[in-house]
């Protein structure tokens, strides 16, 4: 998928770059087909499962595409995804193959790898291929998996999307045409490769040509200079990539090629994105909203948010974006319900799991399938997004409708805080404030009663040094309720 056009184009250019090596688009080729040739040698079949756990290294692009050109189906896991999900994933997904690193050759925190795959760690995989290898790829049938991507589990097992070769194509398709990278970017990946967001940067570069450059967390605390010496052009951020680049220019104010900021996951908040204008000047920044389940819905244009603060961007092109209430029924603009999206993007469903499949995958009277995606929003006339947190972060207090996105953009106002998030009311608990700041608790709340209604205002604060963080860079509310009751507990 792109990469046999790009390799044609562009062979000498450099593909990908991680810290020790960097590989051209015709190096990168050469070894997606010595892949595709151990593949072959192992006996995978099409529609087998690949197992990747090796963080953001060049092998990892080679390990993709050379199982997309087999017809397999690739699964991408972070390495800091924890044995307790992991046993649940490697059941579900039985993996034929499996290529991790040395350090986990027979087993991953703690979890043995299944006996009925084979497993080779990415030092020990040759990814050099046979003379005879050259020529066209064999041709992949649209409706195949390509991938399968396992959510977080914050809240449960993991369930993994089910991403036919067809509505990835179309995804990484609309959204180069909204973003317009160039053959002369250079795209700063600092995202896992295992979530979503990354792995499609992949994509978008060999579409236009670019070079992807890869860093994993581990390598964060030099990602400024990192990103200046290699001459970074384009950056993926979730919140706490923008906070950390944000405190790096601090130590180091030497100008940088950033032209562009691209934000989904999780929205950047508006000091945030001010001060990323502010310490990369010449940089814009376009906000995203999407979930797996299809990818990307909406994008808006670089710097829209001077227009219209809060957008999240109208639709992909040829997408449709849909507010339903709760009986299903769209709702005029303005008016709050639940996002739905329509199109040729809507990926599969989730993999081996019927129930749930059929609550979010719904056919309309026409036969299409809508996407429902539990996400909260409303659009304005112009077919805008602006997004309002999932179901569970819409609730009533003291007989007022509120949403915690609301009550942390109020907090994230407060000079001085740098982070914010709130824990919705539940199971007798009242709603609780955490931040990161000067600010004390009492300040924050006192500050939050001058920007709220009453009702609004939390009871309970808690300053912390920083928000604990998902593997893909998200707030991590599971953690920060366990300790919430850590701490009660020990009251």
Known sequence: MFLGRAAALWPAESAVRDREKAWSYGHLDAASRAVEQRLDALGIRPGDRVLARIGSVCEFLALLYGTWRHGATFVPISPAMKGYHLKSVLADSEPALIVTTRAEATSADG???????????????????AESSAGPARPVPADRLALLIYTSGSTSAPKAVACPHAPVAFA??????????????????????SFDYGLYQALLCALTGAELLLSDADEHARLLGYARDRGATVVPLVPSLGELLVRLTARDQRPTAIRL????????????????????????????????????????????????????????????ILILDDDGRPLPAHEIGEIAVRGPHVMAGYWRAPEPTALRFRPGPDGRITLHTGDYGWLDRD?????????????????????????????????????????VPEAGRDMVLFTVGEPTAEQVLAKLAERLEAAKVPDVCHVLPALPLTPNGKTDRKRLKAMLEESEDAG
Request: proline content about 8%; overall charge negative; charged content about 25%.
């Open 111 to 129: 979890v043995p790898w299944p006996q009925d795959a084979t497993v080779f760690t990415v030092d020990d995989f040759d990814f050099t291929p």
């Open 172 to 193: 990484a398709r609309a959204i180069q045409a909204r973003l317009g990278y160039r053959q002369d970017d250079v795209v700063l990946t600092a995202v896992p490769l």
């Open 261 to 320: 900021f691209t934000n989904t996951g999780a929205a950047l908040n508006a000091p945030l994105i001010a001060q990323l204008r502010d310490r990369f000047p010449g940089a814009r920044v376009a906000p995203m909203f999407g979930t797996t389940e299809c990818k990307r819905m909406t994008i808006l244009e670089p710097d829209g948010d001077l227009a219209k603060p809060g957008s999240c961007g109208p639709a992909l092109p040829g997408t449709e």
């Open 383 to 423: 077919g805008h997004l602006y997004f309002q947190g999932r179901r569970d972060d819409l609730f009533k207090r003291r007989g007022t409708r509120m949403s915690a996105i609301e009550i942390e953009a109020a907090a994230l106002d407060v000079e001085g805080i740098r982070e914010a998030a709130l824990l």
